[in-house]
């Protein structure tokens, strides 16, 4: 090929370069998109609604570092269990802190001054910053109960984090064939459940000389569970007592005042003016009788009351609301404590370990004022338990049919209380049947 060269003296083209036609038409395209884009946009919005449109040549996109979320750091808490004798002071030392972190605690805090009074077995948990410094303190008083103090510049702030359990029902069934606390037992009822159902008739029975071979007994209670596990029982819903064929029943009510009571389904309650057993019993030694041969003194000498026989160290409660007039101790009586019920009434407990109430002091029903033993001149450990009726002996195991029956609810009060109880009242009713069935199909043919 020849190359033509131009003559000296001429002027040169200008030479452009030659792109490949592919780029031409996409450039082509671009430009026409481009004014119809334009186009479409009304002139007079442009400056409200302008678009910036920018026609880059095609690179390699670059390279995307990948971010990680951020996670929630748990926060870690140092956990100590307050055992007997601890105090704060011993539980901040162990945990690192000084005891100007506790002062500052217990002076800043909304509820400082209440970590003074500490229990065994709860559970105090420390938080501390990067510096070392307290930043938070949680009290955990129970399992539904916590609190927590965190730290907000000088001062601090409380939280109160409470849980509810599921509420189950659930019931047990039993037939006594030697006491009511074995036969309990053998229904799967723990001994508080037992003991609440004998505080719920303790009125109307002696669980000590009434329970006979072949009483029955049915109750509907509560079981609370927290996150699916069981956490503790609640309280006895319905119980029905069958004691030498007569049939008792109770029923928990809450009145409009949210106070609990136990009544009958004739809305009597449960709860008389005194108990018949003030004792938390095993046996009784030795019953009313005027003629008692003393077995220390051997002479005839009444015995004006009941003795119960019990462990060293058994609870004896008041067995109604009253002032002690009388607490000391004597040759004959040993450590006594002598309650004044009214006007009327007056109880003696004698032959006490321990009293556990001075003179003067005002008591409720079923608080425990001493403990069982046997001081003065007792043979072995008992409690004596005396009742009198302005000023003379009465016999415990009778007097109490003639005192007044409990509070019995209002007419006005009864509609509230059969729809609260109605449910009880039925379930009760189911497991008597059931048990009926099952006595029937066990029984011999």
Known sequence: MTRVTPPSGATRAPEYPRFPRRHLVVAAIGAIAVTLLLALVPSDDVSASRAVVQIALPLEAP???????VADVPETWVDITVNPGDNLSLLFGRAGLTDTDLYHLVSKAPQGKSLTRLFPGENIGFLLDDDGRLAALKRVKSPLETVILRREGDSYIAEEIRRKPEVHRSFASARIDSSLFLAGQQAGLPQTLIMELANIFGGVIDFVLDPRKGDVFHVVYEELYLDGEKYKNGNILAAEFVNQGKSYTAYRYVDETDRPGYFSAEGVSMRRQFMLAPVDFTRV??????????PIYKTRRPHRGIDYAAPRGTPVFAAGDGRVTEAGYTKANG???????GQAYTTKYLHLNKRRVRKGDRVAQNQVIGTVGSTGAATGPHLHYEFLVNGVHRNPRTIHKKLPKGKTLTQEELPRFLAQTQGFQLQLASIRQQQLALNQTDAPR
């Open 63 to 69: 390279s995307k570092i990948p971010v990680e979320p």
């Open 285 to 294: 030694s030795s019953n009313f009788n005027p003629r008692r041969l003393h």
């Open 335 to 341: 450590n006594y404590v002598v309650i004044q019920h």
